[in-house]
């Protein structure tokens, strides 16, 4: 019998109301600009990109993540305006955080250490955390008009990182599969996210 592999990859979801912010970016580029293929996955930062995994190991997959998460510190996390990569992806730019940019280079060590995952870079590009709105299916005029609007605009959100998701493909979306806790004594509390600001 064939042993089936799946497609995970590792994100930051934010809580909401940012999530929900995020989403309702995401359908406006659906709506306005015919870009939906970042509706196949929830608002996120991408922390390890895809790769395969033998399903009947994935036992072995989360034992592996529940170690790494634990005890690691919890830490804030600011989104701030938009960015873009010419020529079709449109993103919630993630602001500096030397915590974020451990958290994703002791994951790739780990993950190439333990899991024998060695695609966590792609095309050798530094770790640049941002929440895509539109990317592969917006097409080339259709992004200049989009960029004319929203490097106008500006975003600003904070919120809690105190875990990672894993999302598996279901063969048609995305789906968070797994959340990973840091160790609660790391938390910050119980402090919730603060408001969303949204400026046209």
């Not at 529940?66 to 960015?83: D, H, M, P, S, Y």
């Not at 975003?155 to 979306?173: E, P, Q, Y």
Request: with cysteine.
């Amino acid at each position: 019998m064939e042993r089936l592999e799946r497609q995970y990859f590792i994100a930051i979801i934010p809580p909401p109301p940012v999530s929900d912010d995020a989403l309702r970016l995401k359908h406006y580029f659906r709506d306005q600009y015919n870009s939906k293929a970042s509706l196949n996955s929830p608002p996120h930062i991408t922390l390890h990109m895809p790769f395969k995994w033998k399903e009947e190991k994935e036992g072995d997959l989360l034992e592996a993540l529940t170690q790494f998460a634990t005890g690691r510190e919890a830490f804030k996390v600011e989104l701030i305006n938009f960015k873009a990569f010419p020529p079709r992806v449109i993103f919630i730019d993630v602001e500096a955080n030397p915590l974020l940019n451990a958290l994703n280079k002791d994951l790739h060590r780990f993950c190439k250490r333990s899991l024998n995952l060695f695609n966590a870079d792609y095309k050798d590009l530094p770790f640049h955390p941002h929440l895509t709105l539109a990317f592969r299916d917006l097409k080339k005029p259709l992004f200049a008009k989009a960029w004319e609007e929203f490097q106008q605009r500006t975003f600003s959100a904070r919120f809690n990182v105190g875990s990672f998701v894993l999302l598996k493909h279901s063969g048609k979306i995305w789906e968070p599969f797994r959340e990973f806790l840091f160790d609660p004594a790391a938390s910050l509390g119980d402090e919730r996210p603060g408001p969303i600001e949204l400026h046209q």
